[in-house]
């Protein structure tokens, strides 16, 4: 093989580096997915996420698309040069083969991300819900506790006030009966 390397031209020398490495990188990219590597902050704040959340943009220009990007660029090359194309030619097919694949992996990524739910959460699915409180919730509005509550399917930990007039501490049982315009959740105690 080092002898194989030697005899080559500097322009396939090129290509195989090329598609060497990038094909390397891609695996370990790939063996990452798979381990869930890519988790960027696991203890986020996952409301604000939530609140935010505007779907899966388009993006062309990702590390993982050009990894795909020089992976086939250097691999149709190869095989155009193996192939006897000439090299101008070889150059423009290689590249077109990159291009097309950076595309293909940039709208499976997009319309893989459609397919899963938007996860916005939405306040008013909350209503007559039953939760806990989490925080200390002051009596007459006073201060702003939290509560564990069950919205959309998910265990979630929101933001509360309560018109009753004694405190509701950790572990009272609550049940919502409004939600205010910015988002905080009004509480009865149930267990009188």
Do not use: H
Request: glycine share 10%; hydrophobic share 50%; charged share 20%.
């Amino acid at each position: 093989m080092e002898l194989g390397f030697e005899m080559m031209t500097l322009f396939e020398k090129i290509y195989w580096v090329t598609a060497i490495t990038a094909s390397i990188i891609l695996v370990i990219l790939l063996i990452m997915t798979f381990i869930g590597g890519e988790i960027d902050d696991i203890e986020g704040d996952v409301d604000v996420e939530i609140e935010g959340d505007t779907g899966i943009e388009f993006q062309f220009l990702s590390f993982k698309n050009l990894v795909g990007f020089f992976t086939i660029f250097g691999w149709s090359g190869i095989a155009c040069l193996d192939a006897g194309v000439a090299k101008g030619l070889t150059v423009i097919i290689s590249v077109i083969c990159g291009l097309l694949m950076m595309l293909a992996m940039a709208s499976l990524f997009y319309y893989l991300g459609k397919l899963q739910s938007s996860g916005t959460l939405k306040l008013k699915n909350a209503l007559n819900q039953i939760g806990e409180v989490y925080l200390t919730i002051g009596a007459n509005r006073k201060s702003i506790g939290k509560v564990s509550i069950n919205v959309q399917g998910t265990l979630r930990e929101l933001e509360a006030l309560t018109n009753a007039d004694k405190d509701l501490v950790q572990g009272d049982v609550v049940v919502v009966k409004e939600v205010t315009a910015n988002g905080i959740l009004i509480v009865e105690p149930i267990n009188n």
